[in-house]
């Protein structure tokens, strides 16, 4: 009797890449979502490049030239091209592992990430940053930085003023049975998005949830994209520890960016946008009226990984009057790409123009978007071009228009 060999699963890194790499039939559907083959026109900046790349790279048949990997560094990871892609080919682990194979890559400015990543240093760091005579320093010695300095990106998109962070309305006695929400905070957002933060807890406990803070720490996609897999997995394993501490049944955060890696770290637990929970309880919630047009910018990782656009859009509608504009999207990214407007400040300035520009065409009174990290870099765009739209994440406008009855 024969018997059919069994395929065995990948076990090295190399073997999981050329067998990721292999579901892709080099259709090309990808070609026209991709935002860096927008700006390059060229195979070697396009997903199917790119995979070509990591299964030569992976099988010993190229060497990481300087060259091939700047192709790979490139790359936003903004996911538009998984989305579209017929044979399911998951472009996203491809690129984490090729990566991590290769090791981090060269313009990776650690001592700016460190400080990102350290929640206390960094509200440090924007306490300073925001005072009226160190945001004219700062200002004047990014000027003096050359144009592709990582540190002159840095000082360009750190807000001139320190988030404002309202209090938290004392929550409710929920019922016995209220379902338990883990809010993790992240590094940069729990500084510089901490009114979304209290505003997501506002909302949720208005729906009913019982809402409990995790401590504030980085979620590890910032060393995960860059190649740090180590760091990466230490911080997925502290993920791993809180959430169990946490004992909550769904775990949220206001940043799609985290998601995605929450979601690798924790593949057994409920990781949501806190949007997709407060708009299943919509029905739960009044919001009073706004007569203001406002753009909706749409973050890759809202679309992407988050998949919550709709529900998005379903609470912004519940505002009474309030005149909503999508920004129109595909194929485009902002820029922002965690750390690429860091490490590749002039391509993410380009990207950062196609944005505004479309964004200017909807002549907003103010720009709503889920992400910090876009929310900043579009926001430094904006001075550069003389337009100027106050900007907030869209949870925090929903939290001042709810109706809290009396
Ligand atoms: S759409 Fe998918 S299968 Fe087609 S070239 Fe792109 S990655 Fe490959
Ligand atoms: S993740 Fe984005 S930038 Fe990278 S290859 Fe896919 S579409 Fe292009």
Known sequence: ?????????????????????????????????????????????????????????????????????????????????????????????????????????????????????????????????????????????????????????????????????RPTPAQETPSPDAVTVALFPGCVASIEDADAEEAAMTLMRAAGYRVVRLPAFCCGAIDLHGGEMDAAEALAERAKETWKASRATHLVTVTPGCLGTLRRALPNVAVDDAASLVASRIGQLRFRPLARRVALHLPCTQVNVARNEGALQTLLRAIPELDLQVVPRAPYCCGAAGTHMLEFPERAARLRETTLAQIATVAPQQLLSSNIGCRLHLAAGMDAEGRHWPHMHPLSLLARQLEISP
Not at 86 to 110: C, D, F, S
Not at 141 to 148: I, K, S
């Open 1 to 165: 009797m024969t018997r059919m060999a069994l395929e065995k699963p990948p076990n090295t890194r190399e073997q999981k890449i050329g067998a990721l790499a292999d579901q892709c039939v080099q259709c090309g559907l990808c070609l026209p979502t991709c935002p860096t083959y927008g700006l390059d026109g060229s195979e070697a900046e396009s997903p199917r490049g790119r995979i070509a790349i990591a299964a030569a790279l992976a099988r010993g048949d190229a060497e990481p030239t300087e060259a091939l990997r700047l192709h790979l560094d490139h790359c936003l990871g903004c996911l538009n091209c998984e989305r579209v892609c017929p044979a399911n080919v998951k472009y996203g682990e491809l690129l984490v592992e090729t990566r991590a194979l290769i090791g981090p890559i060269k313009h990776r400015p650690r001592g700016l990430l460190t400080l990102l990543k350290q929640p206390t240093l960094l509200r440090l760091a924007a306490r300073l940053g925001g005072s009226a005579g160190m945001a004219r320093w700062r200002q004047r010695l990014a000027a003096r930085l050359p144009a592709d300095s990582p540190w002159r990106a840095a000082l360009q998109t750190l807000p001139d003023a320190a988030a404002a962070v």
